[in-house]
């Protein structure tokens, strides 16, 4: 059931991108789609606001305030982004996987050029 309480935009930013819940999750690392889901119906917000608070405590944001992690998880997303785009290319080319290939490109340059040690 969706809570209203707590909309958020990650559906509207995951829908954009053209990718599943599923392909989102695996970029993230996660076994299971669960997690994106709870998420997008504003259920799994505790981990969130969590670091959330840091950011709003602080006036930091989250590379800022976790400079060592950040750049961990932007190189494994990185990784996973070409593991994913290497069996998108194995597939028939579809209009959704143009637009999942061109979001993941631009992610991945968005990450190389904020994170320069990748």
């Known amino acids: ?15 954009r991108t053209g990718l599943s819940q599923s392909e989102l999750a695996f970029l993230m690392g ?11 119906l504003g259920n799994e917000i505790s981990s969130l606001s969590k670091a959330l608070s840091y950011n ?9 305030l976790f400079p060592e992690l950040s750049i961990k998880v932007a190189m494994q997303i990185f990784s996973r982004i070409a593991k994913l785009s290497s069996q998108l290319e194995k597939q028939t ?5 143009r637009k999942k290939m061109e979001a993941l490109e631009k ?12």
């Open 1 to 15: 059931m969706k809570n209203k309480n707590h909309f958020n935009y990650t559906k509207v930013c995951r829908k």
């Open 56 to 64: 709003i405590l602080y006036d930091k944001q989250m590379p800022k």
């Open 93 to 97: 080319t579809t209009p959704q996987s």
């Open 30 to 40: 996660m076994k299971s789609s669960s997690f994106i889901c709870r998420t997008e």
């Open 107 to 118: 992610i991945a340059i968005r990450i190389a050029s904020k994170y320069k040690n990748i």
